[in-house]
């Protein structure tokens, strides 16, 4: 064989080793890097095809007919993947020169810019598929194709202006390790072809492509991705954390900017729960195991709160406190508490049953203006104060057991929707003589 292919074998080995870098992490998905992994896919396949194509192509005037039909398909294929490779480096030009800011307008021409590549690489490739090929004859140098490769050649040096008017026309408008890949195939394909025309028997052009996808490869976007993953979940796990421990809307506000602040709302309903006789229970089936009773209820309404209108605000021992209407309002609150608190009935008999224990609660609702916010500098929680949360703790307190006890306040909210059982009238400091029911 005539031709020394150590270039080509060189550039396979080392654009293979390129590509198990390149593919052997998660890699940053902007359009500059997705169309990177074509370009290093298309040079490898070229280079390949490319020794097979120079490995066949001396048999071909031996008459070998099997070769001969081999070497036809390997070299047309070769000539259409090199104008696909050609095409790609066009987009890659397209995409590594888009504006930051992009507008309607710039975003218009480089569709523009595509579509004209697209067709220039149609264009190209029926000219390489409808003409035969032509092999330069019995003597030394009989690696030529004729107008198939002559096609590939006007494609490249079309590309080439074209990619040189894309880099001098955006030199201004992006970054310059952007443009360093685009002038570099430039360059790689100009000066590779020179030498090869000088020294026919190298076929150097194939390094030309594999240095100039290292290049591009060290101009890429390539933060760490196994950094960002971990960054991304541990932000996730803060997120959580922090939607655990206060409302979505105040943990936004917050993130912005952590400053206490506090605001009086109407219409809101608090919802106080209190375990009964829980000091005696733990003192009977020892406190680890009532704290852990404790626990899997508490974690029962959690769940429960999921599919109400309202907010988990605190925990205080063995009480649960729930607000509604705040801090997102809304007219129905009151009516949501008093259907929540139901259903709460219903998942402790359920618990009861499941856990075979005998476990009450009390239940106390109220209604009204509220202050609610955070305050202080460190450890942030969303609280209530006021009037409206002391009777809804005093309601509970003087609650009947398993029943729930509203006040006057929210009976009057509801009107007739429930029927009632007046309790008697109590006495209650700062308060004064309150009349409470009990839903029916």
Same mark, same amino acid.
């Given at each position: 064989m005539n031709y020394n292919i150590e270039f080509q074998i060189a550039s396979i080995i080392f654009e293979i080793t390129l590509m198990i870098v390149f593919f052997s992490k998660k890699r940053w998905a902007s359009p500059a890097n997705v169309v990177y992994r074509f370009v290093m896919i298309l040079t490898l396949i070229t280079l390949i095809l490319d020794v097979a194509s120079v490995i066949t192509i001396t048999e071909v005037i031996a008459g070998n007919e099997s070769l001969v039909r081999l070497n036809n398909f390997l070299s047309k294929l070769?000539?259409?993947?090199?104008?696909?490779?050609?095409?790609?480096? /066009?987009?890659?030009?397209?995409?590594?020169?888009? *504006?930051?800011?992009?507008?309607?307008?710039?975003?218009?021409?480089?569709?523009?810019?595509?579509?004209?590549? $697209?067709?220039?690489?149609?264009?190209?490739?029926?000219?390489?598929? $409808?003409? *035969?090929?032509?092999?330069?004859? =019995?003597?030394?140098?009989?690696? #030529?194709?004729? &107008?198939?490769?002559?096609?590939?050649?006007?494609? #490249?040096?079309?590309?080439?202006?074209?990619?040189?008017?894309? +880099?001098?026309?955006?030199?201004?408008?992006?970054?310059?390790? %952007?443009?360093?890949?685009?002038?570099?195939?430039?360059?790689?394909?100009?000066?590779? $072809?020179? &030498?090869?025309?000088? @020294?026919?028997?190298?076929?150097? &052009?194939?390094?030309?492509?594999?240095?100039?996808? !290292?290049?591009?490869?060290? $101009?890429?976007?390539?933060?760490?991705?196994?950094?960002? /993953?971990?960054?991304?979940?541990?932000?996730? %796990?803060? %997120?959580?954390?922090? !939607? @655990?421990?206060?409302?979505?809307?105040?943990?936004?506000?917050?993130?912005?900017?952590?400053?206490? +602040?506090?605001?009086?709302?109407? @219409?809101?309903?608090?919802? +106080?729960? /209190?375990? =009964?006789?829980?000091?005696?229970?733990?003192?009977?089936?020892?406190?680890?195991?009532?704290?852990? &009773? !404790? @626990? /899997?209820?508490?974690?029962?309404?959690?769940d429960l709160l999921s599919n109400f209108k309202v907010e988990k605000i605190k925990t205080i021992g063995d009480a649960y406190m729930i607000a509604a209407g705040v801090p997102d309002t809304y007219a129905e609150n009151c009516l949501e508490t008093v259907k929540l608190a139901r259903q709460i009935l219903r998942l402790l008999n359920d618990f009861n049953r499941r856990k075979k224990i005998d476990l009450h609660i009390r239940i106390g609702i109220n209604n009204g203006r509220v202050i609610a916010g955070v305050i202080g500098k460190k450890k942030f929680i969303y609280d209530l104060w006021g009037d409206t949360v002391n009777l809804a703790s005093r309601l509970e307190s003087y609650g009947v057991p398993d029943r729930i006890n509203v006040s006057e306040r929210v009976k009057y909210m509801l009107g007739d929707q429930f029927d009632y059982e007046p309790l008697p009238v109590v006495d209650i400091k700062g308060f004064g003589k309150i009349s409470t029911y009990v839903l029916v």
């Open positions: 070769y000539l259409i993947v090199m104008l696909a490779y050609i095409g790609t480096m /066009d987009v890659y030009a397209i995409v590594n020169t888009m *504006p930051k800011k992009a507008t309607t307008t710039s975003l218009t021409l480089k569709y523009v810019e595509m579509i004209v590549t $697209a067709l220039g690489f149609i264009v190209a490739c029926v000219f390489v598929v $409808a003409n *035969p090929l032509l092999y330069g004859g =019995v003597g030394k140098w009989i690696y #030529s194709y004729g &107008i198939p490769s002559n096609t590939v050649y006007v494609m #490249s040096t079309v590309s080439v202006v074209f990619v040189l008017i894309l +880099f001098f026309c955006n030199m201004k408008k992006v970054s310059i390790k %952007r443009l360093v890949p685009i002038f570099t195939f430039c360059i790689m394909e100009g000066s590779v $072809a020179l &030498i090869q025309m000088f @020294n026919k028997h190298l076929l150097i &052009i194939g390094l030309g492509t594999a240095v100039s996808s !290292l290049i591009m490869y060290f $101009a890429l976007e390539n933060p760490d991705m196994n950094m960002i /993953d971990e960054l991304n979940k541990a932000n996730k %796990r803060s %997120r959580d954390l922090l !939607l @655990n421990i206060l409302p979505l809307s105040i943990a936004n506000k917050l993130e912005y900017n952590a400053k206490p +602040f506090f605001e009086e709302v109407d @219409n809101v309903s608090i919802m +106080f729960i /209190d375990i =009964v006789n829980f000091t005696k229970m733990c003192s009977e089936i020892g406190g680890t195991t009532m704290v852990k &009773i !404790l @626990n /899997d209820f508490f974690g029962e309404l959690d």
